[in-house]
């Protein structure tokens, strides 16, 4: 069965850096698209960040750009977000996501595996 399991969230103060990750198990994410999407509470499901297989194509919310980063580690088939200067950003669940095949996407039903979630509050 396959897992990403995040972690890494928590409480982040006004302009400090996080860096959640989200190792994989039972499935090799290098041939895999990944993804981070985030739900405020009471809110919809937004795309933040994504990345190819190849890690040569990234994809990012307007928002974040030039402050988060995503990245891949196939070799520990983990991958991570550096969120830094989290200003803007309120509290969210963030979700690690994965999608069989070559194509980007910024659509969560396009994707085949998610973790669980993992809070992220920035502290104002």
């Known amino acids: 069965q396959v897992q990403l399991a995040e972690s890494g969230g928590g409480l982040v103060q006004h302009g400090g850096p996080l860096r959640p990750s989200c190792p994989a198990s039972?499935?090799?994410?290098?041939?895999?698209?990944m993804c981070w999407f985030r739900q405020p509470p009471g809110k919809n499901r937004e795309f933040v960040a994504g990345?190819?297989?190849?890690?040569?194509?990234?994809k990012y919310l307007d928002s974040v750009r030039g402050r988060f980063t995503i990245s891949r580690d196939n070799a520990k088939n983990t991958l991570h977000l550096q969120m830094d200067r989290p200003k803007t950003e309120k509290t969210a669940t963030y979700y690690c996501?994965?999608?069989?095949?070559?194509?980007?996407?910024?659509?969560?039903?396009?994707?085949?595996?998610w973790g669980q979630g993992i809070q992220v509050t920035v502290n104002s």
């Open positions: 996501a994965a999608r069989a095949g070559k194509d980007m996407t910024i659509n969560g039903h396009e994707c085949d595996y």
């Open positions: 039972s499935v090799t994410i290098g041939s895999l698209v």
């Open positions: 990345i190819s297989a190849s890690g040569g194509s990234l």
